[in-house]
């Protein structure tokens, strides 16, 4: 073992391949022969395609193919809900949806090509507004309904709850839909070969589901597609399974036998979907004057929008996880998802969690009000401990979110500032916090959550990984080299993870569900101990000694009894191939963690290890603009253990800016169902200007289920940022904001009724 | 296990995207932004390099580097003589050698840039005949002289063995040199990434050996260097080790950072050498009236050319691998390698065994009519049987020899042909015969021979294979495959071999020493039925019956007890993730043979089996002109088990033609040491045009230590050609070539000779 490795705060083993601008993304591979693709999106939210003539595109020199939904195979593809095809058949279900592709020689060509299609469309009543979905008589975006999920329910006594509650408080909360916003565009190229077989090269976050995808949409099996993970830059769940773009490019690759690259506008990525899953919560809780939650009621809405996608799981998210964070017996809740005439949404960074954290940490803070309680001390009062079973039968195996707010009320100066008189002025402060959890891996994609590594140790003692879950920039390979460099006992530098690649990586789901570095990260440790053994063996043999008398040092294998006995690391590598009964240093571990799948009451513990964090901010509301700036930060995240404290710091301060970014900057704006502001200057993501020097810190926990105690931290961070903004803005002005963003308009108007109600 | 794969004569998996022209060769290999190279070779056989003016090469437009021996790592390579540099430096050692090379925006105008490079050159003697390398005279090639390696070995007592022998017979052999002939010329493509890793994709038989060769060239650790194998378009033992152009390629990467691709020209590739070893073996062999050999004395004079490469390893089974085919116990072998001022020579196809069978064949043939016996009979006298141990200590588990010698003789008409009357005509026809041994497997790189293997088999229930043995084209993926169906019992489609790569596959040695069938053969094996055993415990699990009532036929897993009980495979391999503690189906299975390193004597039990076969044919001299055509051929091999009939015919057939060029019609020509028929009009390989319809059968001695008792098939086939031919001439016109290529000049000065001598 080599120390100071894991737990130090490392650059990322990507860090010189990206800085040098030499990491090939995507978008960025190039294929001799390949032809380019543009898509001709609807339109209209909903309509009939009545005809599409091709003739003038596929007479234009250079123009390939002109494909359109009547080439599509006939199956439909979609998570739980097989809805979807490769380009739309018939009929037009959100403005946006493609209903034909170019493939031409270059992009302009293919982009001059898509003017030349002519569409005849039929437009139909469209439902934008998820509000009326369920009416008897409001259109319909499926056949078999609008109610595209619905979940009930119910523990405890719901109901004695609320008898016996000191106070009883309710209201309705709205969320609205974030663009992933990450830097690189959905890109794809799809290569046929000349055995049949297609390689895709695609930004990802699983290159099994997306092998799974491609496989169901193309109406093909698994194995004679190939999917390997070019650089991914970012992909906060929107580059899970839902993403559309991959299937066209792949399936249009098959069409032409050539390949085919598929690199999305922003404006096109932003048509696509991948939003987050807007809502409407309605939550009720009742208290003991102490402070203990007695009772909750939760109602949730949540939009999919034409397609379901991963939104019944997200919904299932925002509809009880909140609940595992506190110690309360009774809850009850309905959740319903319903489809729109819109562009589909589904899993974003948080899962469903933002949604909920805001809903139920805004309503905490009103209720501590009512109670003349802090609302840290109420948090605190109601947070579940380590060695705890939720209500929902999650074993918290390790619970650091006492600490987490500690440190958030010491780091902002909590106490004092909550303490000082309420401002007058026109610009005014305020302090406000959350606190939310968030799994570490998720027992849901069939009865397994899983993940398999493969260590490779070369001649020279050098080590390579092989892997398919993913690093999209969060940080997984510099996770996975740290565990396997420390373990083998060799320099970070010496080890590589290959890009993850369906052919010769081990099944593995990805990432999602902040499972990387709990479940990987285990794989990780038994397979860099089983080498260790191996190598240790062959030493053992090699320098006529114990096994158990021998460890590797920085690349020496070395006696822990005679100081003269070592040997470095490349002789036993290669000693460990050239000797009877020899072989190359490969071995394969798996960790399936000892969790259970929920029940059809969604009762079960479903993670191996569950994060935590608190957030606390100070806002600065200008009360004649009503813009609100957030001028302090903080971010506590109890991630068990930092396997690597720069990246955990790192993730931490990227999602303070994106909360902030949902809770005050980011709109999307629709016009008859129509994105009217797809581009960044109008969707107008935080830049540095707009954000504070971020701030967080860590607190270790240190997880017995996690690899060396760490949990996930990546996820966790996101959620406490817009209520604690929220409530940061109801202490600066005494102005509730209940429905997102927190636009100046808002802010204006919530001035304007406190003034009037104060008047009257 | 699904019946009729294994034994079946099936075509290549590799036909379909061969015959479609879409197989990607390493020449087709294009990387974005890739740079092309040309080498500047020396026109001198031995000349020191005074100076290189590379300054109106770099002015010219479009040259990105122009690179000379000045620039080259210091580090010298080799296999086990490290002599040479990637570029030579100060001093060239034969005409053709690598001097400078030019890195530019196309190949156009690097070869312009190469002829505005000004070397100026101080010629110095150099050594062009290995026979006189040895005098104190001789210039030298290598400061440490002209002696590249030496080999003595002694059995029994040789002196006795002479003086009790009824007869001795002595006469000297000489074999030239042959050009590996493959379809495909050298060709690299090399390129670096962002984070200095170098990748390569070249064509060679080994994956490992390439990298550890680029290792040590560009004197870099292995790990920093990815090798991929794209499609070979043949091998024939120069792309094992001993191949330059790649280590050229390679190190151009580095220079430029930048891609770069070195495609060989014809003309450039055979300068470069590779070619097969050109031996002198005086021969001595005493035998008994009855046949028996009883004194056997070698002494080989082999030529390495300027770099010694393999040539030692070569010479090695020139000197010993033919004693092992008899029963024989006095045997004394002396033979010298040579350094030359000529092209390196090498491995090749039989790997120095078509030499000691030219002479070994010769001259039984001789002997056998000196003791009026029939050549085939004497064979069959002395032959080697199952179950003996040969004089160098190699167990023969199987041994076919004898049926295939009765499968020659049949098939070609012997007996009635040698019984028919000398032919006095213009046009004269002869039989002749040969046979042969080869080994399967050489314990011979370090103390392991070792294969291994990685399955994966996906929730489609399809194979991926994951090996570094290479497929040249001899059909190594095919069997493998075959294997892996039959064993799994699903169809031979639905397994797919990657091509290997050595940041993926496992270590392996790759395709040398006929090693693949026999060892990676029984890894396939091995790892198959692993993978059947989780398969069908995981098939037990879900049907609720004992695993060893199950198995699968025609991917579906099936009770034997209950035909009610069954399962697609596709499902069992999806459950085999999709439960508790489960994970993808990856195995990986390692088969090192029971074999033994060779001692300091060369004694030792080298490889787990080995092959034989006998050749006979018919050919016609035409007594005007000289020329002889092979008019029938029967080759026969004993490949123990024929995995895949239609290939090992393959084989044979192939092998029979190229020893049909190089006993007719190949000869390359020198000039003061320079190659003077670098091209296949000048170097005439022979055409479908020159050979009659090659004939094959095939000996199953179903191996003990074969995988299904397969045997090594592509090498032994090419050594019986030349000296059958040789005999077969003899046979028409009682003329004795030993003297290789049997020439029409050679045919007619024979002729007259004979007629001279009967005048006299």
């Given amino acids: 073992m080599t120390s100071a490795i894991v737990g130090e705060p490392l650059p990322q083993v990507s860090a010189q391949e990206k800085t040098l601008g030499r990491a090939i993304y995507s978008g960025d591979v190039k294929v001799a022969g390949m032809l380019h693709a543009k898509l001709l999106r609807s339109p209209y939210s909903h309509a009939v395609i009545r005809s599409i003539d091709t003739s003038a595109a596929e007479a234009l020199p250079g123009v390939k193919a002109v494909v359109t939904g009547a080439d599509v195979p006939e199956r439909a593809w979609g998570v739980a809900h097989k809805q979807q095809h490769v380009l739309a058949r018939g009929l037009v279900r959100f403005a946006g949806e493609e209903v034909a592709a170019v493939v031409a020689v270059s992009e302009a060509v293919a982009q001059e090509a898509l003017d030349l299609i002519v569409v005849e469309y039929e437009e139909a009543g469209a439902l934008l507004d998820p509000e009326g979905a369920l009416d008897g008589g409001a259109p319909k975006v499926h056949a078999e309904g609008n109610l595209a999920d619905e979940i009930n329910i119910s523990r405890g006594d719901v109901e004695a709850g609320f008898a016996g509650a000191d106070i009883v408080h309710e209201a309705t909360y709205r969320t609205h839909s974030q663009y992933p ?204 401990r380590t060695g705890d079973v939720s209500v929902h039968g999650w074993n918290i195996g390790s619970c650091g979110l006492p600490e987490c707010l500690d440190q958030v009320q010491a780091a902002i100066g909590w106490d004092e500032k909550r303490a000082r008189p309420k401002g007058t002025g026109v610009l005014r402060r305020g302090v406000g916090m959350a606190a939310v959890m968030h799994v570490s891996g998720n027992r849901t994609m069939g009865n397994w959550d899983g993940s398999t590594v493969v260590l490779k140790v070369n001649e020279d003692g050098r080590a390579v990984i092989l892997t398919a879950e993913s690093d999209m920039g969060q940080g997984a390979n510099t996770m996975l080299s740290q565990i396997c460099a420390q373990e083998l006992g060799i320099p970070l530098s ?153 990246a955990v710091h790192g993730q931490s301060n990227g999602a303070a800016v994106q909360s902030i970014g949902w809770t005050l900057y980011e709109h999307l704006q629709f016009e008859d169902g129509r994105v009217m502001n797809g581009n960044l200057a109008d969707y107008t993501m935080p830049t540095a200007e707009s954000v504070p020097t971020i701030q967080s810190g860590i607190v270790e926990s240190n997880d017995p289920n996690g690899p060396l105690g760490a949990k996930g931290a990546s996820e966790t961070a996101i959620l406490p940022g817009a209520p604690a903004i929220a409530n940061a803005v109801f202490d600066a002005i005494g102005v509730r904001i209940t429905d997102l963003p927190i636009t100046p308009e808002k802010i204006l108007a919530g001035l304007a009724a406190k003034e009037e109600s104060q008047h009257a």
């Fill in 181 to 384: 916003g990450y830097m690189e565009p959905m890109a794809t190229v799809a290569a046929t070969d000349g055995t049949g077989k297609l390689t895709v090269w695609t930004s990802t976050q699983s290159v099994f589901l997306a092998r799974q995808r491609l496989a169901e949409a193309l109406d093909r099996p698994v194995s004679t597609i190939r999917v390997i993970q070019a650089t991914v830059g970012g992909g906060f769940g929107a580059k899970i399974v839902e993403e559309r773009s991959s299937v066209i490019a792949a399936f249009l690759a098959t069409v032409v036998d050539r390949p085919v690259r598929v690199g999305l506008s922003r404006l096109d990525d932003i048509q696509s979907g991948c939003f987050s899953v807007p809502t409407r919560i309605h939550l009720k809780m009742g208290m003991m004057r102490d402070g203990r939650i007695v009772a909750k009621d939760v109602q949730v809405l949540a939009d999919c929008g034409a397609y379901a996608g991963l939104a019944p799981e997200v919904m299932l998210v925002t509809a009880m996880r909140s609940d595992n964070m506190q110690r309360i017996e009774n809850v009850r809740t309905k959740a319903q998802l319903v489809y729109t005439h819109t562009m589909p949404r589904g899993a974003f960074r948080g899962f469903g969690g933002t949604q909920m954290s805001f809903a139920l940490n805004s309503h905490m803070a009103v209720m501590a009000d009512m109670l003349g309680m802090d609302a840290i001390e109420l948090h605190r009062k109601n947070a579940i």
């Fill in 494 to 646: 010496h080890v590589t993870v290959q890009a993850p690649d369906t052919d010769s990586a081990p099944y593995c789901l990805g990432s999602i569900a902040s499972r990387v570095t709990v479940n990987a990260g285990h794989a990780m440790l038994k397979a860099a101990r089983q080498a260790q053994g191996q190598i240790l063996e062959a030493a053992a043999e090699k320098l006529g000694c114990d096994a158990d008398e021998l460890s590797i040092v920085d690349g020496v294998v070395q006696s822990n009894k005679n100081g003269n006995l070592f040997a470095p690391l490349p002789e036993i590598c290669r000693y460990h191939i050239f000797r009877r009964g020899g072989e190359g240093i490969l071995v394969r571990a798996t960790h399936d963690p000892q969790t259970v799948m929920m029940d059809k009451d969604h009762y079960g513990n479903i993670a191996p290890a569950y994060s935590f964090a608190a957030q606390a901010v100070e806002v600065e509301v200008d009360t004649e603009t009503g813009q609100v700036r957030v001028v302090d930060t903080y971010l506590s995240d109890d991630c068990g253990k930092a396997i690597n404290p720069l």
